[in-house]
C-alpha cells in the first residue's frame, strides 16, 4: 500500500467570553493573584455557560477549521472527538458534534486521553487520511472542565478552562504536511491515579454518597504530575527530534499542551531549548486540557508565529498515564 502525505488544511478554535479571573478566585478559596501566577503561570481561564456542552464549544471551532479548510461540513469522511467531558456517557460527543455541523457523511467518534486526547485523536485521523479510507477528517478537542472543578479545592481549581480546538486533515503534496507522531501510555504506574474523576463510571456509579465525597469532581495530585510532565516533555521533544534526524535546536516552534508554566520551563531548561520558541498561552486560558494544544496551535497559526516551512512539534501529557507528540511541516 501506498501511504498518501497528510496535512493540517485548516484550523479553528473557541473560547466561552465569560473569564475567571485570579481575583475571583481569591473570593472562592484560600489564595492570591501572585500565589497562582508564581505557580503556573495563569492569569484567567475561560467558563462555559450552564447550557453549553462540549460539543457547542467543539461546534465553533469546527466551523472555523472548515472555513479556513475550505471544506464543507457534507465533505467530512470522519469527525473524530477528543474529550473527557462528553455531553453525555453515549452517544458520543462526536455524534452531537456530527449533528450540529450536518456532517452526514461522515463517521464519529470520541477518544478518551485526557490531555493527550487531542494528538492522540490526531495520529487516527492522520492514519485514515493516509490510507485513503478518508479524503476529509475533523479532528477536535473540547472540554468543558470548570463543570467538574472543585472549587473548594484551591490547588487545582486555579488551573482549568474550557475550551475548544479543530483541525481539519486532507491529503497533501507538502505543505502543512504532518510528518511524525507518537503516543504512548502507562496505566501500570502508581501516578495514573493522580489525575482522576472517581465516579459515574461502571467502576463506582453516581450516589448520594458519591456527591456528599464530592468524588464526581476531578482529583488531582500536583507533585506527581509535575514530575511526570517535566521528563515527559522533555523526552517527547528529544526523541521527535531524533526520529527526524535533526537536532532539537532545529525545531522552529513547540507547541505544547498547556499545563503549567512551571513545567513547561523546567523541560526547556533540561532540554536546553529557548523558552521564545514555546508558543505559550495558558495565561489567559489555563489548563483546558484534550483543547488546549490545538487552541495554541490555532493562535500561534492566525497570530502568525507559525511561518511557512517551519518544524513545529505539538506534545501533551495527561492521566492515565498517557503522553504524545505530532510534528509538522508547516
Not at 485570579?22 to 473570593?27: S, Y
Not at 472543578?149 to 475550551?163: K, N
Not at 493522580?194 to 469532581?217: D, Q, T, V, Y
Not at 498547556?258 to 486560558?285: H, T, W
Request: charged letters at 25%.
Amino acid at each position: 500500500m501506498i501511504l498518501r502525505k497528510v496535512g493540517i488544511a485548516g484550523t479553528g478554535s473557541y473560547v466561552p467570553d465569560d473569564r475567571i479571573t485570579n481575583a475571583d478566585l481569591e473570593t472562592m478559596v484560600d489564595t492570591t493573584d501572585e500565589w497562582i501566577i508564581t505557580r503556573t503561570g495563569i492569569r484567567e481561564r475561560r467558563r462555559a455557560r450552564p447550557e453549553q456542552a462540549s460539543s457547542d464549544l467543539g461546534h465553533e471551532a469546527s466551523v472555523k477549521a472548515l472555513d479556513a479548510a475550505g471544506v464543507s461540513p457534507d465533505q467530512v469522511d470522519a469527525i473524530i472527538c477528543a474529550t473527557i467531558t462528553p455531553d453525555m456517557h453515549f452517544p458520543s460527543t462526536a455524534c452531537h458534534l456530527q449533528r450540529k455541523l450536518v456532517a452526514l457523511n461522515a463517521s464519529a467518534w470520541d477518544v478518551s486521553a485526557a490531555c493527550s486526547g487531542f494528538i492522540y485523536a490526531l495520529r487516527s485521523g492522520r492514519a485514515l487520511v493516509a490510507s485513503g479510507e478518508a479524503d476529509t477528517v475533523l479532528v477536535v478537542g473540547a472540554e468543558t472542565l470548570t463543570k467538574y472543578t472543585d472549587y473548594e479545592d484551591r490547588a487545582s481549581c486555579i488551573l482549568f478552562g474550557d475550551a475548544a480546538g479543530a483541525v481539519v486533515l486532507r491529503p497533501t503534496d507538502g505543505p502543512r504536511e504532518i510528518i511524525d507522531t507518537f503516543c504512548r501510555a502507562d496505566g501500570y504506574d502508581p501516578a495514573a491515579m493522580s489525575m482522576i474523576l472517581k465516579c459515574g463510571g461502571s467502576a463506582r456509579p453516581l450516589s448520594p454518597e458519591s456527591f456528599g465525597n464530592k468524588e464526581h469532581l476531578m482529583a488531582l495530585k500536583g507533585r506527581e504530575v509535575y514530575k511526570f510532565a517535566v521528563t515527559k516533555m522533555y523526552e517527547l521533544i528529544r526523541d521527535t527530534a531524533g526520529r527526524l534526524g535533526v537536532a532539537a535546536a532545529d525545531i522552529d516552534w513547540v507547541v505544547p499542551h498547556q499545563v503549567n508554566l512551571r513545567i513547561l520551563q523546567g523541560a526547556a531548561e533540561r532540554l536546553g531549548f529557548p523558552m521564545e520558541r514555546i508558543y505559550v498561552n495558558l495565561d489567559k486560558y489555563g489548563n483546558s486540557s484534550a483543547a488546549s494544544a490545538p487552541l495554541a496551535l490555532d493562535e500561534a497559526v492566525r497570530d502568525g508565529h507559525i511561518q511557512d516551512g517551519d518544524l513545529v512539534v505539538m506534545c501533551a501529557f495527561g492521566g492515565g498515564l498517557t503522553w504524545a507528540s505530532a510534528a509538522i511541516r508547516w
